[in-house]
T-cell receptor, first 116, second 115 residues
Framework: AQSVTQPDIHITVSEGASLELRCNYS??????LFWYVQSPGQGLQLLLK????DTLVQGIKGFEAEFKRSQSSFNLRKPSVHWSDAAEYFC??????????????WGLGTSLAVNP | NAGVTQTPKFRVLKTGQSMTLLCAQD?????MYWYRQDPGMGLRLIHY???????AKGEVPDGYNVSRLKKQNFLLGLESAAPSQTSVYFC??????????????FGPGTRLTVT
């Protein structure tokens, strides 16, 4: 079955430290992969996406992610975290079901706290 | 260009009452989705639509109905609200692109409390 796992429910980092959020997926075909961010009380905003080509993708707000097919992973990274990065982060994989209807399978999210 | 908008932003219902949540998008997207978000459970798909006049069930459709009479609008109805439907509801839309990618664009959410 298709699934997305975000192993870390909650992560705390110090401002200025580097960050890596993990995402593992289970999907039979070439996946479309996404990272979204949700600030408190807000909707979800797309950070970056991967669908083909270069396995290292750049996103907004200084984030990047690397697709590793051999590890079924799509980890999100940022070299230096800012206090404003405190938020919930969701990884998702795109699927095509039998009717060619496109849905996203979501991880449960990782909550990021940033210490000053 | 407002993107995806949702009304209302907040609502408190008594058990058994009904209500409709409205989602509107101005991006001419074919696909629209309704999710609910509960602590520790991530996003769960309630219903979705692949075009005007079509709807389909997601993973948690019970207790909800939807309609897509116009391409830009997607309505979510609760006929008889229950406390278990207390949640934050998000609407999203995406374009129909051959082969993808097909990122979803989200509205700001509706916080619903059923007492």
């Amino acid at each position: 079955a298709q699934s997305v796992t975000q192993p870390d429910i909650h992560i705390t980092v110090s401002e200025g430290a580097s960050l890596e959020l993990r995402c593992n997926y289970s999907y039979g075909a070439t996946p479309y992969l996404f990272w979204y961010v949700q600030s408190p009380g807000q909707g979800l905003q797309l950070l970056l996406k991967y669908f083909s080509g270069d396995t290292l993708v750049q996103g907004i707000k200084g984030f990047e992610a690397e697709f590793k097919r051999s590890q079924s992973s799509f980890n999100l990274r940022k070299p230096s975290v800012h206090w404003s990065d405190a938020a919930e982060y969701f990884c998702a994989v795109g699927t095509l079901n039998a009717g060619n209807n496109r849905k996203l399978i979501w991880g449960l999210g990782t909550s990021l706290a940033v210490n000053p | 260009n407002a993107g995806v908008t949702q009304t209302p932003k907040f609502r408190v219902l008594k058990t058994g009452q009904s209500m409709t949540l409205l989602c509107a998008q101005d991006m001419n997207h074919e696909y629209m989705y309704w999710y609910r978000q509960d602590p520790g459970m991530g996003l769960r798909l309630i219903h979705y639509s692949v075009g005007e006049g079509t709807t389909a069930k997601g993973e948690v459709p019970d207790g909800y109905n939807v309609s897509r009479l116009k391409k830009q609008n997607f309505l979510l109805g609760l006929e008889s609200a229950a406390p278990s439907q207390t949640s934050v509801y998000f609407c999203a839309s995406s374009a129909r692109l051959a082969g993808g990618p097909y990122e979803q664009y989200f509205g700001p959410g509706t916080r619903l409390t059923v007492t």
